[in-house]
């Protein structure tokens, strides 16, 4: 059974950075895509960013590109997200997650995270 425990979360103040940690477990990692989906109250989850296996290939939503980075260490099993430039509307719980199976990078993962709590603070 695959397991992901997101890391990191946490209070900061508008400008400020995170970095997100999630560590993977019960599955060869390597092999599978991996993104970051956050999700604010009374709000749909929304895709963030995704990270190819190999993690050569990288996206991300509009509204964090330039600021948001996805990394991945396969050897540490671990994907990372380092979030600069903070703002309010950053605020949500952000959930790992991963999969095998192929489709649009927004939809279709296979396994999640818990997830971790964001507040950026005025």
């Known amino acids: 059974q695959v397991q992901l425990v997101e890391s990191g979360g946490g209070l900061v103040q508008a400008g400020g950075s995170l970095r997100l940690s999630c560590a993977a477990s019960?599955?060869?990692?390597?092999?599978?895509?991996m993104a970051w989906f956050r999700q604010a109250p009374g709000k749909e989850r929304e895709f963030v960013a995704h990270?190819?296996?190999?993690?050569?290939?990288?996206w991300y939503a509009d509204s964090v590109k330039g600021r948001f980075t996805i990394s991945r260490d396969n050897a540490k099993n671990t994907v990372y997200l380092q979030m600069n430039s903070l703002k309010l509307e950053d605020t949500a719980v952000y959930y790992c997650?991963?999969?095998?199976?192929?489709?649009?990078?927004?939809?279709?993962?296979?396994?999640w995270g818990q997830g971790t709590q964001v507040t950026v603070s005025s």
């Open positions: 990270i190819s296996g190999s993690g050569n290939n990288k």
């Open positions: 997650a991963g999969r095998w199976t192929t489709g649009p990078i927004t939809e279709n993962y296979d396994y």
């Open positions: 019960g599955r060869t990692f390597s092999s599978d895509g």
